[in-house]
């Protein structure tokens, strides 16, 4: 894969950058003002939270067993989504203040802070450029697509619609590839890397996507899978 060759020696110049003042380089735009939307009971406002939410995150879908997204695959490191994003939470925050705890149940005032902090939190993360750091040995797109891709995942592959569904994600996978090579130079220029000693963790797992036959990757796994139900099927009744 050339993507991916580029995407190791982008990440061999990134452990060899400095690191910079994270926090005042953010460069994120600050989101239009959401719309005030009429107030709702709070179980629906709840419900409506979560549905978007997996519209917006749709590995988290697939991850929870909802197959409606299962194609989706958004390229979250772009300023777009980023900016989606942030509007998703503070549209949410902003709407979380018309409920008094007055007017709630014990239990919905528990999801009331719950739901707070998760706003709170994720709009912090804003001030961080993690975009200019896109990729780690923990938990990364990279990794979890390899996951998916390994059929032993969230990622079902039981049908025709499942198999395209996957060929629409790793095409979307392919573009979130060039926007973190994109990215990562970019965090180079500011110094914005992470440290050297982990970026060379990540070098191996990138490096093991290239150097085995193209039938015993890891990325092959589906096409297995059709040629063993294609067997099965083949064998004669007893």
């Known amino acids: 894969m050339v993507t991916t060759a580029v995407l190791i020696l982008v990440v061999i110049q990134f452990a060899q950058a400095q690191t910079g003042d994270i926090e005042k380089q953010a460069g994120f735009l600050k989101p239009e003002t959401a719309p ?3 107030k709702i009971a709070f179980a629906d406002f709840l419900e409506n939270y979560y549905q978007k939410g997996l519209k917006l995150f749709p590995l988290d879908a697939t991850f929870a067993g909802d197959n409606r997204y299962n194609d989706l695959l958004h ?4 300023r777009e989504h980023r900016e989606k994003v942030n509007a998703y ?3 949410y925050l902003e709407a979380l203040g018309k409920y008094g705890k007055n007017e709630l149940t014990e239990e919905e005032k528990t999801s009331h802070e719950v739901l707070k902090w998760e706003c709170e939190i994720n709009l912090a993360g804003f001030k961080y450029p993690t975009y200019l750091m896109p990729i780690d040995q923990f938990c990364s797109t990279h990794l979890i697509i ?4 390994s059929s032993a995942s969230a990622q079902p592959f039981k049908t025709k619609e499942d198999y395209d569904n996957w060929l629409k994600r790793v095409d979307v996978f ?3 590839c ?3 090579i994109a990215n990562m130079r970019e965090g180079m ?3 914005i890397v992470l440290p050297k000693s982990l970026s060379n963790k990540i070098i191996p797992q990138l490096a093991s996507w290239m150097i085995v036959p193209a039938k015993t990757h890891h990325f092959y796994s589906p096409l297995s899978i059709i040629s063993l139900k294609a067997s099965v099927r083949k064998r004669p009744m007893k």
């Open 189 to 191: 220029e500011q110094g």
């Open 146 to 149: 390899g996951q998916f891709a």
């Open 174 to 176: 392919v573009a979130w």
């Open 89 to 91: 939470y503070t549209q």
């Open 36 to 38: 005030k939307d009429k």
């Open 178 to 180: 060039d926007t973190a």
């Open 75 to 78: 390229n979250d490191i772009t």
